[in-house]
């Protein structure tokens, strides 16, 4: 069998005693696009701080290319490369001197380096660019620099984390374009934290991360193919209270999804304006559709707090009457 890239088992990380990650246990094939998806704090950064051997996980053993991160740091350390959410780019030196610096870092040098920096500005797009300063870039040229930084030394993985958070749509196309390029040319396998869907979509795995736990993990398609076929997807001000309503006078059964109900009925367009005629002063919309990752990012995250709040209050007032 092929080593994993990526290969964490029982992992579970404590910051004192907050539980940060909890007995997260998952695999990246080697060459694979592997998506995190997780609300904020979910425990995402942990995990990648972890893996780039940052620090050892409180409980558990992460390995990359079958090193383990906490025993052979230096060795998973020349196999990595992350591009983090801060990127560091010296302004004042121009695009080739932050390569140069970088290189330096690794231990390349002469001819080999020239080549490396070379190769790398041309296939990220950014070669015409090379001499002006960093300061003078705008935030996607910056992004794709910063990742010919993290690719320098040639690593078998490269962790990214909310790597185009703040760019605009444009500039996030071309980011893709060239990890794209990247993965093509040299079999890179990417490990990618994200909160869009459009990315995570991309993904030929996503993990989704919830309260430090992992609660799903597959291929894009099959997650969503759990969701069930085509449904109604109805937009409400109290989710809870319109499931139960739902429930009780149809029979069918109801999903509270974020502020959605999913309803599945065996023949949805047929029952929808049932739906409306019944319950339509509940609804503000709803559509017949197959389910998207964003519906399986919202069945399996954390519910919030405000969600929570509604359903005790739902079920207290069916209780009583
Ligand atoms: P985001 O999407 O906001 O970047 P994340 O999914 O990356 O979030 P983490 O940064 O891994 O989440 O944080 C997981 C949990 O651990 C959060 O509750 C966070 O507040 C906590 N945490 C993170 N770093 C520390 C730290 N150094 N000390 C104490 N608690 C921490």
Not at 32 to 61: C, D, H, Q, V, W
Not at 180 to 187: I, K, M, P, S, V
Not at 250 to 271: C, I, K, N, W
Not at 297 to 317: G, K, N
């Amino acid at each position: 069998m092929t080593t994993p890239a990526v290969d964490i088992q029982g992992v579970t990380h404590r910051y004192g005693t907050h539980l940060a990650l909890q007995d997260v246990t998952l695999q990246v094939a080697p060459g694979a696009l592997y998506g995190l998806l997780g609300p904020n704090g979910s425990g995402k950064t942990t995990l990648f701080r972890i893996l780039s051997t940052l620090m050892p996980p409180s409980e558990g053993r992460a390995q990359v290319f079958g090193l383990d991160t906490a025993q052979k740091p230096d060795a998973v350390r020349q196999r990595i490369g992350a591009v983090f959410q801060d990127e560091a780019l010296d302004d004042a030196l121009t695009v080739r001197e932050n390569l140069r610096f970088q290189a330096a870092l690794y231990g390349l040098r002469g001819t080999g380096r020239r080549e490396r920096i070379d190769a790398l500005l041309q296939r990220l797009d950014v070669a015409d660019r090379a001499d002006d300063a960093a300061g003078d870039l705008s935030g996607g040229l910056r992004r794709r620099v910063d990742l010919a930084r993290g690719l320098l030394h040639r690593p078998d993985l490269l962790l990214l984390d909310e790597p185009t958070s703040g760019l605009d749509p444009a500039a996030r196309r071309t980011f893709w374009t060239a990890v794209q390029r990247l993965r093509e040319a040299e079999g890179t396998t990417l490990l990618l934290a994200t909160h869009l869907m459009d990315e995570a979509d991309r993904c030929d795995r996503v993990g989704i991360l919830s309260d430090g736990a992992l609660v799903a993990d597959g291929a894009p398609d099959t997650l969503k193919d759990a969701l069930g076929d085509e449904t109604i997807w109805v937009e409400t001000d109290a989710p809870a209270r319109l499931c139960n309503r739902i429930e009780a006078q149809f029979g069918v059964s109801t999903r509270v999804v974020g502020s959605t109900v999913q309803v599945a009925p065996p023949d949805p367009p047929a029952f929808l304006s049932s739906l409306y005629e019944a319950l339509g002063d509940r609804i503000r919309s709803a559509t017949v559709r197959t389910p998207t990752l964003e519906d399986v990012f919202m069945v399996h995250a954390e519910v919030s707090p405000e969600d929570r709040r509604e359903r005790v209050l739902a079920q207290t007032e069916e209780t009583e009457g």
